[in-house]
């Protein structure tokens, strides 16, 4: 299913209430949000999001390198097949607007419709027919695009990169020059001239 960038931010960003706000979500207002954008867009995201043998066999693993396992299987697809009876009503409307006609077992899931509502159906599928068959075009029922499975990007894993080794070598001081040439009277004679100029600086 070819999507462009704008396309596939808007399929996020209903990935995500679909996915993790929909109990948040009045069922209303999530009609309201799912109603103000293209029909057939809308329809064949929702007929994969909904599904949730699709999301098991195609994005169960993928899944699970990010999230743990259980939290996928309760929380995420759990809350997905928790919440079908509750947008089947969305659904079927979507696929009505988008084709003419409720044919998916996902939209006919949940609570059956009344009698009303299948009188309805098939006076708009008789409307259809009989201005298609005048001939116009415009009213044909749209072509469904076959839904395929998010094309999700592996995490790199991350390079750690390897501590300096720290310098442990230790240098010392040069020994002072004539240090083990002096004499003992000589060392004597250094304290005593030190002790004079010390003195002598007081005095001052």
């Known amino acids: 299913m070819g999507s462009s960038r ?18 948040e979500l009045a069922i209303e207002d999530y009609k309201k949000l799912i109603m103000s954008q293209d029909a057939l ?7 994969f999001v909904f599904d949730v043998d699709v999301l098991r066999e195609n994005v169960r693993d993928a899944w699970m390198e990010l999230y743990d396992y259980q939290y996928i299987d309760e929380k995420i697809i759990g809350g997905i097949e928790k919440s079908v009876p509750n947008v ?9 607007k988008a084709t003419g006609k ?10 059956s419709t009344d009698r009303d509502s299948e009188s309805q159906s098939m006076m708009t599928s008789n409307n259809h027919q009989s201005m298609n068959a005048f001939g116009d075009e415009s009213e044909m029922p749209k072509k469904i695009t076959v839904q395929e499975p998010f094309n999700l990007t592996k995490p790199k894993p991350k390079v750690i990169p390897q501590p300096e080794a ?3 070598e230790v240098k010392a001081n040069p020994v002072p020059k004539g240090l083990f ?7 004597e004679k250094d304290k ?3 002790r004079k100029i010390k003195t002598d600086a007081i005095r001052r």
């Open 102 to 111: 409720v044919s998916s077992s996902l939209s006919q899931s949940g609570k």
């Open 41 to 47: 867009k809308m329809h064949t995201f929702l007929q």
């Open 88 to 96: 089947s009503d969305i659904l079927r409307t979507l696929e009505r």
């Open 181 to 187: 040439n002096k004499t003992g009277v000589q060392i």
């Open 192 to 194: 005593e001239e030190r």
């Open 166 to 168: 720290l310098q442990r």
């Open 6 to 23: 704008n396309d596939m931010v808007i399929y996020m960003i209903f990935a995500y209430l679909s996915f993790f706000r929909l109990e």
